[in-house]
């Protein structure tokens, strides 16, 4: 079983950077792909970023592109986000999330295939 645990969270300025960190607690995640997703007020959960088991590729949502870069350290059970040029429109509550092992690369942005999620870090992008 594995837990996941964020932080990082908190509140910056536009323009201005926060790095989100995602440990996983009582189990490995080398052997799953990794995503970050987000909710906004009102807003559906959306697809931010993923990573593949060995890192050898990065998916990221439109919005983020070129702003985000989505990171993992297998052999410290962390997966990171860092988030550069920070918007008002980033606010939300980030979760990190960790797929089952069988997901195949096609389905990488899918909610559907993340089993074990985290309780979320708030990012507020505000002057």
């Known amino acids: 079983q594995v837990q996941l645990a964020e932080s990082g969270g908190g509140l910056a300025q536009p323009g201005g950077s926060l790095r989100l960190s995602c440990v996983a607690l009582?189990?490995?995640?080398?052997?799953?792909?990794m995503a970050w997703f987000r909710q906004a007020p009102g807003k559906e959960r959306e697809f931010v970023a993923s990573i593949t088991r060995t890192s050898s590729g990065s998916h990221y949502a439109a919005s983020v592109k070129d702003r985000f870069t989505i990171s993992r350290e297998n052999g410290k059970k962390t997966v990171y986000l860092q988030m550069n040029s920070l918007k008002p429109e980033d606010t939300a509550v980030y979760y990190c999330?960790?797929?089952?092992?069988?997901?195949?690369?096609?389905?990488?942005?899918?909610?559907?295939?993340?089993?074990?999620w985290g309780q979320g870090a708030q990012v507020t992008v505000s002057s």
């Open positions: 999330a960790a797929a089952k092992e069988s997901t195949i690369l096609s389905q990488i942005r899918e909610q559907s295939e993340y089993i074990y």
């Open positions: 009582g189990g490995t995640i080398n052997r799953r792909h």
